[in-house]
């Protein structure tokens, strides 16, 4: 049987109110929930006490994902690149007061004018890396940056751009391994062969290898059996979670069966 520790993400009542959300936060049949920085959901002093109370109340253990919507680490501009930044670290100090496991986030975009500065987006994804690690560290928080599609202009698409990342940054920062961006880019078992040791937080969802679809475990084309085979092979005893926004009770259920 495997440790894995199977959670859910919150992202699939995202366009709900925000104390909606939380209610649901008693009846989810997991502790290991990952809240959402994000949108109508983002944190605040009221938020943040709501979140720590329902913890104690449950016995739950959180991870925090980072806002995505409009931020971009690699951004060429710096007004825009220092308010992504900034949002991002308020968003790390949020990951600290709610007691979160681990912070999330996504890497940097290219930008329409990327082509002109060949390298720079990538320069300044590692440079903005080691700026949040840093302030992670200070204030305690563990981090993990997540593989993104190309379909959609993200860096850090294959398990060869971390281990560049590794060469330029020297640290060990720990990947979130989202299935889902990854078999959109045929990446999955290369993630396994070659950074496996890296990953320290998976996202689970499926799709049918065109979109970003978020559908449930098991309804799209990613091959399950294998993926669970694989975490218990490698002893995997870190969080894998649900990112669907479809079918959740399912989702958990069938990844807790695979991975006994
Ligand atoms: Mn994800």
Known sequence: MSKAKVGVSMLYCLSEP???????????????????????HDLNRTRITQLKEAAKSYSLEYSLHAPFADINI???????????????????????????????????????IGQFYPGADFKQTCQSIQELYREAEELGVNIALENLPAKYWFLMNSPQEFLRMYRETNLPIGITLDLGHANLEGQIQPFFDLVADKIIHIHASDNDGSDDQHLGVGEGKIDYEWLTGTLKKIGYNKTIIVESITNIPQSLQKLKQLLL
Do not use: C
């Open 18 to 40: 925000f104390d909606r959300m939380v209610k649901r936060l008693s009846t989810q049949d997991t502790p290991y929930i990952e809240i959402l920085d994000e949108g109508t």
């Open 74 to 112: 690699a951004s060429p501009i710096k007004p825009m690149l220092n308010a992504s930044l900034k949002r991002l670290k308020q968003s790390l100090h949020n990951a600290s007061a709610i007691d979160a496991k681990l912070w999330v986030f996504h890497p940097g975009q290219r930008t329409g």
